[in-house]
């Protein structure tokens, strides 16, 4: 099993940056593959960015494609989450999420997903 602890999140105005980490423990990280996920007050858990275990496949939801870039260091056991171009409607608890299966495509669903991290708070102001 491995433990995922997110770092990163905080207050920004629209149009900044920020970069979440995801530190891993306990599993060897080029054994999983990761995803970002959040989740906004009232509403569902939704898949953010996804990448296999090498790091040479990445998946994007349509809604941060071009704005924010997933990337991995395994010799640091570390995924990262790079937002660029923040607006408010990406205010919400960002998760990360391992996933062991080595048929991985970047899923969607959470349930596909193993283990998780207890989550990283963004705010953008407008």
């Known amino acids: 099993q491995v433990q995922l602890v997110e770092s990163g999140g905080g207050l920004v105005q629209a149009g900044g940056s920020l970069r979440l980490s995801c530190a891993a423990s306990?599993?060897?990280?080029?054994?999983?593959?990761t995803g970002w996920f959040r989740q906004a007050p009232g509403k569902e858990r939704e898949f953010v960015a996804g990448?296999?275990?090498?790091?040479?496949?990445?998946y994007y939801a349509d809604s941060v494609k071009g704005r924010f870039t997933i990337s991995r260091d395994n010799a640091k056991n570390t995924v990262y989450l790079q937002m660029n171009s923040l607006q408010p409607e990406d205010t919400a608890v960002y998760y990360c999420?391992?996933?062991?299966?080595?048929?991985?495509?970047?899923?969607?669903?959470?349930?596909?997903?193993?283990?998780w991290g207890q989550g990283t708070q963004v705010t953008v102001s407008s």
């Open positions: 999420a391992a996933a062991y299966s080595i048929l991985y495509s970047g899923s969607y669903r959470p349930d596909d997903y193993d283990s």
């Open positions: 990448i296999s275990r090498s790091g040479g496949r990445t």
């Open positions: 306990g599993r060897t990280s080029s054994r999983y593959a």
